[in-house]
């Protein structure tokens, strides 16, 4: 199950105690008490990793190492540990209560999530020409804790949308090495997929419904991430009844979400045309050219369609990558 929102706690470290502490050698008595370490932080990574937020659904509460406390003879107490939490590529870190929104949109990018606490002072620093024998020292500071909300927008070339049951899952597995879920019943895709064709990036979208921009079904948690996408693949089955209507469906929830969706560059492709008749084929391909949607018909089965789409992501293989 891919996890693409979630809320984490993060605790960093605290500071060490400073130490009271003094020489005993006889001719060198004075104060030696060292600092305490600081406090581990918690950082954000971006990684390619899209399933990274999994980690997050198990660990609500994470802490950093606290800091040791200094000991004598000037030593100082270790540092806590820093913390590297990956998340995928793609994902806004937002606090909700100060208002920080930050999206890792490079690989490797990254962001301070909690600050750990500075360590306490000890003896040695309160030392002077009038206090030779100081036994003062300081608590370290408590670590920076914060929640966070991270959410996280899909980053690919193709996005493969359409309604449920168009076959968007079945050509992300021909086209790619992804391992979709197929069946013949509606909500086959219940998350996002990723799959790549060579360096291309296709991201199978969840089936959107009539009204998903509203919330029905399950396509508006999925709409975002048809944003992150350059190109669409507008799947619509030649099964349909009326592959007119189903793609004006797809069109007005795209357009509903945000404007923007509908003038992405568009392939529509009239998927499953093994599963009808040469003269039905002939039918459905007719009524969408005159509508103004002109569609290639494919099968998974035909090879000479599945070298079309092949011909169509390799003019992308020379493209410069999804604007981040």
């Known amino acids: 199950m891919l996890i693409d929102e979630v809320e984490v706690r993060l605790e960093a470290g605290h500071g060490g105690r400073g130490a009271v502490a003094f020489n005993k050698v006889r001719l060198s008595q004075g104060p030696t008490g060292g600092d305490g370490g600081r406090g581990g932080n918690i950082y954000f990574e971006a990684v390619s990793d899209v399933s990274a937020l999994q980690f997050f659904s198990s660990k609500k509460v994470i802490r950093a190492q606290s800091g040791g406390d200094g000991r004598g003879q000037f030593i100082d107490g270790k540092s806590g540990a820093d913390m590297i939490l990956k998340v995928p590529l793609g994902t806004t870190i937002r606090n909700p209560d100060t208002g920080f929104a930050r999206e890792l949109s490079l690989l490797g990018e990254r962001v301070l999530g909690a600050g750990g606490g500075v360590g306490g002072r000890g003896n040695f620093k309160f030392r002077s020409s009038t206090n030779t024998s100081p036994k003062e020292y300081t ?29 968007k899952s079945s050509l992300l597995n021909e086209l790619t090495a992804a391992k979709s879920k197929v069946a013949n019943y509606a909500f086959t895709t219940l998350e996002p997929h990723l799959g790549a064709y060579y360096e291309i990036l296709l ?16 396509g508006g948690k999925f709409l975002k991430h048809v944003e992150r996408t350059k190109t669409m693949f507008h799947l619509v089955s030649a099964e349909s009844d009326d592959p007119v209507r189903d793609y004006n469906i797809v069109r007005r929830e795209l357009d509903a979400y945000s404007s923007e969706l509908t003038q992405k560059q568009e392939y529509v492709f009239l998927t499953k045309s093994d599963a009808v008749s040469p003269e039905e084929l002939g039918e459905k391909l007719s009524a969408l050219k005159k509508a103004g949607i002109s569609a290639v018909p494919i099968s998974i089965l035909d090879p000479a369609s599945m070298r079309e789409v092949q011909t169509i992501l390799n003019t992308f293989k020379d493209r410069s990558r999804v604007d981040k």
Do not use: H, Q
């Open 203 to 218: 991201a199978d979208i969840p089936g959107l419904i009539d009204g998903a921009s509203e919330g029905k079904g399950l």
């Open 139 to 167: 608590e370290g500071s408590p670590g920076d804790v914060a929640t966070y909300w991270l959410e996280l927008r899909l980053i690919a070339d193709v996005g493969l949308v359409g309604l449920p049951n168009a076959g």
